[in-house]
């Protein structure tokens, strides 16, 4: 048995920044080695491994790797609830939040504040509602704009809420319905990054893989600059996270 597996703790949590984040072990019966990922909001570590591979030993490679869970922790930014006189990111831009009891409940833009009212106990569900409604629309213009660039009808489209991926292809499996799935906080980042990984699923409905052929329909259907947009995500994604945990 390699020494470090005999040497680490086998503790299920693990101490990151000065708190306890617990270990979530995922079988996955095609896992060929040990996958270790820190949760984009830094709330758990999460470990996929083979069906034959033992839990104390996954548990342990964790604690091996504290130096840079604890690195990738300190990058994720802090939880900021929305409220009052605060802020909130949409399409790359930040719109105050101005919320008076009294004007109706349903959000407005106005002049780079965000007009609601309502309930102050239920304002941060009704702006994370407001932003995936908002999301949706985009998520479908855009959709529809990237299938006719690549010759393709377009396909329905519903919000994700996934904590690793910004967007996933449905093959459509017995149904043969195919399905674009993309995540509703790319609403908050802005226009040129959220196209970019619509476009990049479109490419996936011809091309389900990362081949030179995917690539170059995906530069060929986006107007903007891939590389410059993932990179934007690599350096700014888990900041999505942070107003609503």
Same mark, same amino acid.
């Given at each position: 048995?390699?020494?470090?597996?005999?040497?680490? #703790? %086998? /503790? !299920?949590?693990?101490?990151? @920044? @000065?708190?306890?984040?617990?270990?979530?072990?995922?079988?996955?019966? *095609?896992?060929?080695?040990?996958?270790?990922?820190?949760?984009?909001?830094?709330?758990?570590?999460?470990?996929?491994? #083979?069906?034959? =591979?033992?839990?104390?030993?996954?548990?342990?490679?964790?604690?091996?790797?504290?130096?840079?869970?604890?690195?990738?922790?300190? $990058? %994720? !930014?802090?939880?900021?609830? #929305?409220? #009052?006189?605060?802020?909130?990111?949409?399409?790359? *831009? *930040?719109?105050?939040?101005?919320?008076?009891? *009294?004007?109706?409940? $349903? !959000?407005?833009?106005?002049?780079?504040?965000?007009?609601?009212?309502?309930?102050?106990?239920?304002?941060? !569900?009704?702006?994370?509602?407001?932003?995936?409604?908002?999301?949706?629309?985009?998520?479908?213009? /855009?959709? =529809?704009?990237?299938?006719?660039?690549?010759?393709?009808?377009?396909?329905?489209?519903?919000?994700?809420? +996934?904590?690793?991926?910004?967007?996933?292809?449905?093959?459509?499996?017995?149904?043969?319905?195919?399905?674009?799935?993309?995540?509703?906080?790319?609403?908050? +980042?802005? /226009?040129?990054?959220?196209?970019?990984?619509? =476009?990049?699923?479109?490419?996936?409905?011809?091309?389900?893989?990362?081949?030179?052929?995917?690539?170059?329909?995906?530069?060929?259907?986006?107007?903007?600059?891939?590389?410059?947009?993932?990179?934007?995500?690599?350096?700014?994604?888990?900041?999505?996270?942070?107003?609503?945990?």
């Amino acid at each position: 048995m390699i020494d470090w597996l005999k040497r680490q #703790p %086998v /503790d !299920p949590e693990i101490e990151l @920044g @000065g708190r306890l984040v617990p270990i979530v072990l995922r079988r996955h019966a *095609s896992a060929k080695r040990l996958t270790l990922r820190l949760a984009p909001d830094a709330s758990e570590v999460r470990i996929t491994l #083979p069906s034959w =591979a033992r839990g104390a030993d996954a548990i342990a490679f964790a604690h091996a790797r504290r130096d840079w869970l604890d690195a990738q922790a300190s $990058k %994720v !930014p802090e939880r900021r609830v #929305p409220g #009052p006189g605060g802020s909130l990111a949409f399409r790359g *831009s *930040s719109l105050r939040i101005a919320w008076d009891e *009294s004007v109706p409940r $349903k !959000p407005a833009l106005c002049a780079g504040s965000l007009r609601i009212g309502g309930p102050l106990d239920t304002l941060e !569900p009704r702006l994370r509602r407001w932003l995936e409604r908002e999301a949706l629309q985009l998520f479908e213009s /855009d959709l =529809a704009h990237y299938a006719a660039a690549a010759g393709l009808e377009p396909v329905p489209v519903a919000l994700s809420r +996934a904590q690793r991926r910004w967007g996933s292809c449905s093959d459509g499996g017995k149904s043969g319905v195919r399905r674009i799935r993309l995540n509703w906080r790319l609403v908050q +980042a802005p /226009d040129e990054v959220r196209r970019s990984v619509v =476009a990049h699923e479109v490419a996936h409905l011809v091309h389900f893989d990362h081949s030179p052929a995917f690539h170059a329909l995906v530069e060929g259907i986006f107007e903007g600059d891939i590389a410059a947009a993932d990179g934007w995500l690599k350096d700014n994604g888990r900041g999505l996270y942070a107003p609503f945990g």
